[in-house]
């Protein structure tokens, strides 16, 4: 049920903009879509940007095993110790025997 305060108030709002183009009701319908429209852009800019830095991820993340294959290839094996480095790498090798 509608209050005293609220039907004045568009009472208020009917008269100040009678005779207007621009009144408060497209005023307001303006702010929403042009936020809808800014929620829009932001999300496909951030959407954009996760796609990049997974791709890139991804890339680094393949290039470091084929990196590994490749050596471990060329020394021999991948379980002959040569893929091994500092890093902690040698957790994927596979032990031929």
Known sequence: DESE???A?????HFRNRGQWWTTGK???????TLTFLIGVIQAILAFA????TRHLSRM???HV?????????GGGVGSGAADDAQGDDLFR???E
């Open 61 to 63: 993340k393949f290039d």
């Open 5 to 7: 305060v609220w039907r």
């Open 9 to 13: 108030y568009v009472a208020q709002q």
């Open 27 to 33: 005023k307001r319908a303006l702010r929403r879509w």
């Open 50 to 53: 996760c796609n990049l830095v």
């Open 66 to 74: 084929n990196a590994l294959l490749q050596a471990g290839a060329a």
């Open 94 to 96: 596979v032990n031929d």
